[in-house]
């Protein structure tokens, strides 16, 4: 599963961003976005200047079932298959907590324990796509987002942080 592929330690050249995909996908992503209600179906985490998203390919990290667990790879975010917002607030270790987790499994148990029943259940070994980026952001219970849960919480953080660093609304 390891890619081989990894951003540079301690580059700042660059910000974390979230990819959302949106695409039509296979019917597991179907099934994704019909159990959440969302239009995503799958959340990837990079590390990159923006005008770098679309490129030919960008290197990512996530867990994916198609590629058996946590892994980094390089993947071609075209527009019309994926959301891509800015995560400005994120912390510096972002990937490196992504990374340390990286030939972990996918975790089907836990989607459906979490994401399908609700019962919020995480396995310290195992990742869904969600749950990591979450975890890599710092957020408490990462096993409770979907991805159209972590793009709204985004969205909404970065109205916070563009808030926050308005002089109007400092304290």
């Not at 995909?21 to 200047?49: C, M, N, Q």
């Not at 070994?125 to 952001?137: H, I, N, P, Y």
Request: proline fraction near 5%; hydrophobic fraction near 40%; include cysteine.
């Amino acid at each position: 599963m390891t890619s081989g592929l990894r951003t540079p330690a301690g580059s700042r050249e660059g910000g974390y961003h979230l990819a959302f995909y949106k695409g039509p996908g296979r019917p597991d992503d179907r099934l994704i976005r019909f159990a959440t209600r969302s239009i995503y179906s799958h959340v990837e985490l990079l590390w990159l200047a923006l005008d770098q998203v679309t490129a030919e390919g960008a290197l990512a990290i996530s867990s994916s079932g198609r590629d058996g667990g946590v892994r980094t790879k390089r993947i071609t975010f075209a527009p019309d298959r994926w959301d891509v917002l800015a995560a400005p607030w994120a912390p510096d270790d972002a990937w490196d907590t992504a990374e340390a987790e990286l030939d972990r499994r996918y975790d089907y148990i836990g989607i459906l324990l979490s994401q399908i029943v609700r019962l919020q259940r995480h396995a310290r070994t195992r990742w869904f796509c969600s749950e990591l980026c979450a975890a890599a952001l710092g957020f408490e219970m990462p096993q409770s987002y979907s991805p159209g849960d972590l793009a709204r919480t985004v969205v909404q953080m970065n109205r916070a942080f563009v808030l926050g660093r308005n002089p109007r609304f400092q304290l």
